[in-house]
């Protein structure tokens, strides 16, 4: 499977108030590009995907496993799949990009493949 993506061209979707990505993938990775606005929190969940990311832009909070991580501009984080992890943007609101591994099938049932 070959793709080439344009984020400007990937549709958006909202994901928790304030919170909406934009995603592409593979058979076995899932790319997503995710858009805070200042303060929204992405709430307490967990998957059993592996999920890595860098931020962008902006600051957040990560909580993973009730411990809460600072992030700040160029920072890279893992969480483990089956991990209960949060997110909640700074006064700037924040940009990350995150892969997912396997891609997250829910994600991909809604069609929002640019």
């Known amino acids: 499977m070959y793709g080439s993506w344009n984020p400007e061209s ?6 928790a108030p304030g919170v909406v990505h934009q995603l592409a993938w593979g058979d076995k990775l899932m790319l997503s590009i995710q858009t805070f606005d200042p303060y929204a929190v992405l709430p ?3 998957h059993p995907n ?3 990311g ?3 832009s902006g600051s957040m909070e990560l909580e993973v ?10 920072t890279m984080f893992l969480v483990p799949g089956m991990t209960t992890h949060a997110f909640k943007a700074g006064a700037q609101g924040a940009v990350m990009v995150t892969a997912f591994s396997p891609p997250r099938e829910e994600y991909k049932a809604t069609g929002l493949l640019g």
């Open 50 to 52: 592996e999920q890595m």
């Open 65 to 74: 496993a009730e411990e809460i991580r600072p992030l700040a501009k160029n």
């Open 10 to 15: 990937l549709t958006t979707r909202t994901i």
């Open 54 to 56: 860098i931020l962008i």
């Open 44 to 46: 307490s969940h967990s």
